[in-house]
């Protein structure tokens, strides 16, 4: 296949998918069977476009071929009659559809009813019956367009692996008789925390990898903050939204100083800010305005956000407002009680009241909360405070319990390297 007509194909399949599946979804209330018939008008597209050329609207014509599949689907299960009801007028658009060029078919679809035909992809693809693991891969599949080797890559598994855990998430959604809905009342709340949840797990994974050779995966750390900004628009008066995206616009304004051209991992302290994306920073703390004026400056990843952008707004190190830091990390550990906060909050400690008061609060953390014995941040914070005091033989032991425990290598050569050092300046 020509590679040019390849990358325009890959091109739109990855802007359009979302749309696709989310109004051939409506038609047949089946998530999986959308997805399955969307993935039909691909393959027809990779048949087609090597010899007739790319369309005029290609993602029309993908967006056509999708819903002739659907109803091609409904006639043979002859459920057009039942169905009825279901589509409504929207029936007579879809025959009308059948046409030769499939160059008007988007024209047709109103704006508003594909906004909420995405809305109700992105809360069942994230329904709360679905494991951590299986609503991400759901999640990048459906809405980010992304193929099984592309997300199998991302988080290091086998493409088979992968693509069983979709299967059973679509199989999952089906048994469940999930309803292709937007949820009301209670439910929505509880629906928004795992939608957010999803992208803000994607968007961790691309910025501290959990494994592998790269400790940064931009790719997915744009990926989140495309579907953040999606659901920004799609949800524009929750608080929490805007939260979740000032919290990852800021953080991946860090992004460029985040790694040498080594592809070494660089701390905060160490990064030359000059590299910042200022409009990065902007869009953030544009979202951050945005999340005061709802009035959801308490929401988890608002309080989150807020401490990104502290550091955002300090030109040097130094100009860090720890002590609003160390607060901010005491109303979200009010809020989101968690072991993981309580670390960070020692930290803000120990830059604004010193390092022996940030020990006392990781040494109580280590004894009370069994949770952190696996994680290797515990023994990477508590050396760094013990290298502060001068007590480097402590500190180089902790550098290494913490290298055995990291599965990334990038961050496990840095622990190893903190190590030496602390050594070396015991030994002068």
């Not at 002739?68 to 043979?76: F, P």
């Not at 459920?79 to 030769?100: R, S, T, W």
């Not at 004026?293 to 988890?300: H, I, Q, S, T, Y």
């Not at 400690?349 to 940030?358: E, F, K, L, N, T």
Request: proline share 4%; with cysteine; glycine share 6%.
């Amino acid at each position: 296949m020509n590679h040019a007509i390849q990358s325009a194909i890959e091109a739109v399949w990855r802007s359009e998918a979302a749309r696709i599946i989310a109004c051939v979804a409506r038609m047949v209330r089946d998530v999986g069977l959308a997805e399955d018939l969307a993935q039909e008008a691909l393959v027809a597209a990779l048949e087609h476009w090597p010899g007739t050329g790319v369309p005029h609207k290609p993602g029309a014509w993908l967006m056509t071929t999708a819903k002739n599949r659907a109803l091609d689907h409904l006639r043979r299960h002859k459920m057009l009659v039942a169905k009825h009801e279901q589509i409504g007028h929207e029936l007579d658009a879809q025959e009308a559809l059948i046409v030769p060029d499939f160059v008007d078919a988007l024209d047709e679809v109103r704006a508003d009813q594909i906004g909420d035909d995405l809305l109700r992809l992105i809360f069942t693809a994230c329904h709360p019956v679905l494991s951590a693991e299986a609503r991400v891969a759901l999640t990048l599949k459906m809405l980010g367009g992304l193929s099984t080797p592309e997300i199998a890559r991302a988080f290091l598994v086998s493409e088979s692996t992968l693509a069983q855990r979709i299967v059973r998430a679509k199989r999952t959604l089906s048994e469940a008789k999930v309803p292709f809905e937007l949820p009301r009342g209670d439910a929505l709340a509880e629906r928004l925390a795992s939608v957010l949840e999803v992208i803000y797990l994607i968007f961790n994974e691309g910025y501290a990898a959990t494994e592998g050779v790269d400790w940064v995966r931009q790719d997915l750390c744009q990926e989140a903050l495309r579907l953040g900004r999606v659901l920004a628009g799609l949800a524009p008066d929750e608080p929490e939204v805007h939260g979740l995206l000032a919290l990852m616009e800021l953080q991946a304004s860090r992004l460029p100083a985040r790694v040498d051209a080594q592809g070494r991992a660089v701390l905060l302290n160490d990064q030359d800010r000059r590299l910042w994306d200022p409009l990065s920073i902007r869009r953030g703390l544009e979202s951050l305005g945005r999340v005061r004026a709802l009035g959801g400056e308490r929401g988890p990843y608002a309080l989150q956000a807020a401490i990104a952008a502290c550091h955002a707004q300090a030109q040097r190190p130094e100009d860090t407002d720890w002590r609003r830091i160390a607060g901010l990390y005491e109303v979200l550990a009010e809020v989101q009680p968690s072991p993981v906060v309580e670390l960070n909050r020692a930290v803000a400690v120990s830059m604004a009241d010193g390092p022996q008061a940030g020990l006392a609060l990781v040494d109580r953390l280590q004894r009370s909360d069994q949770t952190l014995q696996a994680y290797h941040w515990l023994p990477s914070v508590r050396g760094d405070l013990l290298a502060r005091l001068g007590r480097n033989d402590e500190a180089r032991q902790a550098f290494e319990d913490a290298a055995a425990l990291a599965r990334n290598e990038r961050e496990r050569d840095l622990l190893l390297a903190r190590a030496r050092s602390t050594q070396a300046r015991d030994r002068r």
